[in-house]
T-cell receptor, first 117, second 115 residues
Framework: DAGITQSPRHKVTETGTPVTLRCHQT?????MYWYRQDPGHGLRLIHY???????DKGEVSDGYSVSRSKTEDFLLTLESATSSQTSVYFC????????????????FGPGTRLLVL | AQSVAQPEDQVNVAEGNPLTVKCTYS??????LFWYVQYPNRGLQFLLK??????LVKGSYGFEAEFNKSQTSFHLKKPSALVSDSALYFC?????????????FGTGTQLKVEL
């Protein structure tokens, strides 16, 4: 999985509680992404980062925040979890070697399965 | 806005037969197209991508994809399917963000290869 780890791998939580998911990479890649995967929707981009402290919103960012204080770590926080945030969350990286990066391949972590009761 | 359509939720094929998984796209500007595969309880694995040049792109595990600009399609193909190819396949198109690339995925096609 391209040197990407995600923790935890599984989590069950209750509605209204805060949850933080961690993505860790070992190869100092510039770009990092958070997606969620839901049946019938494929994967949808939540937030992405183009450097330390540089982040921006994706397609489905409501209810989520992110932080990147170190190159290797990208955190996704659900401030107050809701049942609609039950999903599988994937982190991805791209290497940032070529210009704006639009042509670059993204490599995905193993995923975190989150259940909000 | 960019989008991807995978019109088949599931494709069934017999082992040894050729397989095709369909994908059509909509994007302004040049299309950058990707195929990924997902095995159960795993992350997505990159198969191949089209950036420019030859319309037939070869990738991992014997897969290839044919880019057709006039039909805005990027179908995934393999000449001879294996049972081990059974998995969930995603097509994606790339768009520009503030940096890096924003992948827009199709809804996925479940490929089932039977003996």
């Amino acid at each position: 999985d391209a040197g990407i780890t995600q923790s935890p791998r599984h989590k069950v939580t209750e509605t209204g509680t805060p949850v933080t998911l961690r993505c860790h990479q070992t190869e100092n890649h510039r770009y990092m992404y958070w997606y969620r995967q839901d049946p019938g929707h494929g994967l949808r981009l939540i937030h992405y980062s183009y450097g330390v402290k540089d982040t921006d919103k994706g397609e489905v960012s409501d209810g989520y925040s992110v932080s990147r204080s170190k190159t290797e770590d990208f955190l996704l926080t659900l401030e107050s979890a809701t049942s609609s945030q039950t999903s599988v969350y994937f982190c991805a990286i791209s290497k940032g070697l070529a210009g704006s990066g639009i042509q670059e391949t993204q490599y995905f972590g193993p995923g975190t399965r989150l259940l909000v009761l | 806005a960019q989008s991807v359509a995978q019109p088949e939720d599931q494709v069934n094929v017999a082992e040894g037969n050729p397989l095709t998984v369909k994908c059509t796209y909509s994007v302004s500007g040049n299309p950058y197209l990707f195929w990924y595969v997902q095995y159960p309880n795993r992350g997505l694995q990159f198969l191949l991508k089209y950036i420019t040049g030859d319309n037939l792109v070869k990738g991992s595990y014997g897969f290839e994809a044919e880019f057709n600009k006039s039909q805005t399609s990027f179908h995934l193909k393999k000449p001879s399917a294996l049972v081990s190819d059974s998995a969930l396949y995603f097509c994606a198109v790339s768009g520009v963000t503030g940096g890096g690339n924003k992948l827009t995925f199709g809804t996925g096609t479940q490929l089932k290869v039977e003996l």
